[in-house]
């Protein structure tokens, strides 16, 4: 708009035509859009709390930190950023975006920073983030997305931070996840999750994310009614639900849940099976086993003690019994017979 301007006013009087240029270079030179403001060399462009309805269109080439928080955006075109492709932090936090072309970050190879916080995004094109694949945070947070795609990169490797806290989503495919090898915060709160069989994959990927370290301000269940208001990870085992394979085959020998042989040859078979069949039931029965043998063993041993001691009183009273019963008719008997006998022999002589 601008350079529109000055290229009038240098029609019009000749003798502008070189000063108009030279401010036409020099803004060139510092390359900064109207209204925004530029720092060290224009690697830093800050146009946030701009009124801005839609990207600047004269953003300079070595940008590398691009803001446009706080602004009235609504969309964001095919190639909107292709004049700036060395770009690694892109702010749009707090715009009006319900829209974003799925080519809208096409270019930008080096992004590692991007933040959609606060807009009003519903959906997502499965292909927007294709051409992201060196973005380690992702924000999505303070939307209405209701659905997630599968996929939304081959593969972020770098991806560290991927937030959608406070949206409409009811359910998280694991297979987005699994595609962020790298993550450790995981933002999920507020969204209105449905805590069915289908999040039970879910949960047992949380379940192991947190056990190698990841960070999450976890799942609030909204439904169905037995588990609102509960934490997923809260939620035992033994009383969620596994959902019902789809696998024809499968299926019937599902149905009988309570064979456990059953159970077992659906393991190597059916990977999605043994996933959703509750893992940690073994190590309570395990456990019962154990409880078990010690009780068993306290008893026997107690009962065995008791015994020894039974037969060790009983021993001693049986003694000392004999020993009166014996020591009692004898000694006295014995003796005064003796001495009298000693007595008559000796005062027989006498
Ligand atoms: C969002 O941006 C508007 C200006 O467009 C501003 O008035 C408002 O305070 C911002 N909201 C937040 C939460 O920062
Ligand atoms: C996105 O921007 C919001 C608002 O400025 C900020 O609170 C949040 O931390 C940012 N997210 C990331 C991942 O940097
Ligand atoms: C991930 O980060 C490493 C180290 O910074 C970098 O070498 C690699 O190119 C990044 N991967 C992608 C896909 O950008």
Redesign the pocket.
Known sequence: MISGDICGDSAMKGELLLLSSMIFLLQGARGCPENCQCHSSSSFVDCSQRGLAEIPADLPAPTLWLNL?DNQIRQIPAFAFRSVPQLMTL?L?NNSLSHLSPAAFQGLQHLQ?L?L?QNSLFSLDNTIFHSLPGLR?L?LSSNSISHLPTSLSEDWENLT?F?VQHNRLQHLDRALLESMPSVKLLYLKDNIWKCNCHLLRLKLWLEKFIYKGGVTDGIVCRSPDPWKGEKLLAIPHELYQPCLLPSPDAAPSWAQQPGSAHRGALKPTESHGSECELKPKPRPANLRHAIATVVITGVVCGIMCLMMLAAAIYGCAYAAITARYQGRPLAPNHEPGKTEGKELFDSSPA
Do not use: F, G, P
């Open positions: 928080q702010n936090a920073v933040n916080t945070e924000d931070v937030a």
